[in-house]
């Protein structure tokens, strides 16, 4: 069984930062793709960003281009997420999600988090 924990969320005020961590644990093969999604009140969940295994590619949805950034750490099966610039309309619980192979499985599986709420707010 593996798991994925997010940690940092909070309270910021508009235009402050704030870094988001996850870590993934148990019975750990690989580490794959690890993204970063986030669910507004009322809305669909959305894709924030993602890295490759390599962590030379990157992916950013439209509304955190040039704000977010998305970086890992294989050493350690972390991803973390740098917010800046933040903006009441990034308020949402962000989630972390994993394609982690396992020990025991050929096929990767894909992991959730509880998530972790932020809230951009004056």
């Keep these: 069984q ?3 924990v997010e940690s940092g969320g ?3 005020q508009p235009g402050g930062s704030l870094t988001l961590s996850c870590v993934a644990s148990g019975n750990i093969f690989r ?3 690890m993204a970063w999604y986030r669910q507004a009140p009322g809305k669909q969940r959305e894709l924030v960003a993602t890295i490759t295994r390599d962590g030379i590619t990157t992916y ?3 509304d955190v281009k040039g704000r977010f950034t998305i970086s890992r750490d294989n050493t350690k ?3 973390s997420l740098q917010m800046n610039s933040l903006k009441p309309e990034d308020t ?3 989630y972390c999600n994993a394609d982690i192979r396992s020990h025991t499985d050929i096929i990767p599986e894909d992991i959730w988090g509880q998530g972790t ?3 951009v707010s004056s």
Excluded: D, K, L, S
């Design 92 to 94: 949402a619980v962000y």
């Design 60 to 62: 950013y949805g439209n």
């Design 31 to 33: 580490i794959y793709v």
């Design 10 to 12: 909070g309270v910021v």
């Design 117 to 119: 709420q932020v809230t």
């Design 2 to 4: 593996v798991h994925v």
């Design 77 to 79: 099966n972390t991803v």
